[in-house]
């Protein structure tokens, strides 16, 4: 018969006396939440250093291969990071032709059926707009939404609803990352008396927001292809207005180098917004940015709820 040989190992584990834990105290917790306080502000400075760091550095990655090494080899006179140039690559959106102009003026008469104080010839400038959009949306990605009536609910009436829910008159705006226009361009369109800035860091979707500005001849509208961080460091304004570019938390980081160049803060949201301003709460209070009001709003035939949120920026007076 084999015998169970006794482990010392275990025998000398189970003699090992244990370290009684040092009981932590309030004073304790209090010091290590203050600490944490501390090093995350300190964190939050460093990581909006880094990032600009990071992209000035992506330019010395080595690549896999000679040609790689030779593709990265561009222009000297070149200062944009690999991160921008890769951004003016945008890829070309789905190949279908922009709908008839009768067809998009039709969804648009819909789509504004219930709306009033709608200015005479005012759908007729957003249709063609919308055609300019969704032509040029074959050659660069400006939209994903294609159906007219969609077109004209979801960018058009959404923007739109934004001059009559907000007082921008004489407000000088800056649209954060415009795309194909949204909402700067109907925002313009539809209140003259404010002076528009769209801004986006893709030089080919600034270069055809410049154009269509043009040729829609649109006074009170001008283009910069660049960061909003960029612009607003020289320039100051009454009202950015940011629609599906982030979350609310990530919009107020973007903006928090330049937060007391701008009064107010103008969000379009869909029906995540509650979830996103309690997600945020913490970072826009740190940074000065206060809820102020949210206004809600639903667009037609079931497309969705949506919300408008006004914040408060430092120094702001509020809309």
């Known amino acids: 018969m084999i ?127 919308a055609l300019l959009v969704l032509e040029h949306n074959r050659k660069v990605n400006l939209t994903t939404i294609l159906d007219p009536k969609e077109v004209a609910a979801q960018h058009y009436l959404d923007s739109f609803r934004v001059t009559r829910l907000c007082s921008l008159l004489g407000k000088r705006v800056v649209d954060m990352g415009c795309g194909g226009g949204y909402p700067g361009v109907p925002i313009a369109l539809a209140e003259p008396n404010c002076s528009m800035m769209l801004v986006d860091s893709t030089t080919k979707k600034a270069a055809f927001i410049e154009s269509s500005i043009a040729e829609l001849g649109i006074k009170n509208a001008r283009s910069y292809s660049g960061r909003v961080e960029d612009y607003l460091a020289r320039e100051r304004c009454d009202v950015v207005v940011v629609r599906a ?39 826009a209070e740190r940074l000065g940015f206060h809820l102020d009001t949210v206004l809600e709003h639903e667009l037609p035939d079931e497309m969705g709820a949506r919300a408008i949120l006004i914040y408060r920026a430092p120094g702001g007076q509020g809309l």
């Open 245 to 283: 570019v982030s979350s609310v938390r990530e919009n107020v980081r973007t903006l928090r180098k330049v937060r007391h160049s701008l009064k107010d803060l103008i969000m379009l949201k869909g029906t995540s917004w509650s979830r996103e301003i309690r997600a945020a709460e913490r970072e």
């Open 3 to 129: 015998e169970d040989d006794e482990d010392p190992v275990s025998d000398e584990l189970e003699e090992t006396p244990e370290t009684p834990e040092t009981p932590e105290t309030p004073e304790a917790y209090e010091e290590e939440e203050y600490s944490a306080e501390i090093l995350e502000e300190a964190a939050l400075d460093e990581e909006g250093e880094d990032e600009d760091d990071g992209e000035e550095g992506d330019d010395d990655e080595p690549t896999g291969s000679v040609e790689g090494q030779a593709a990265e080899a561009i222009d000297p006179k070149d200062t944009r990071t690999k991160k921008e140039r890769e951004a003016e690559e945008e890829p070309p959106g789905p190949d279908v032709p922009a709908p008839p102009r009768k067809a998009m003026l039709a969804a648009l008469e819909w789509a504004f059926e219930n709306e009033t104080d709608v200015p005479d010839g005012l759908l007729e400038r957003y249709a063609d707009h």
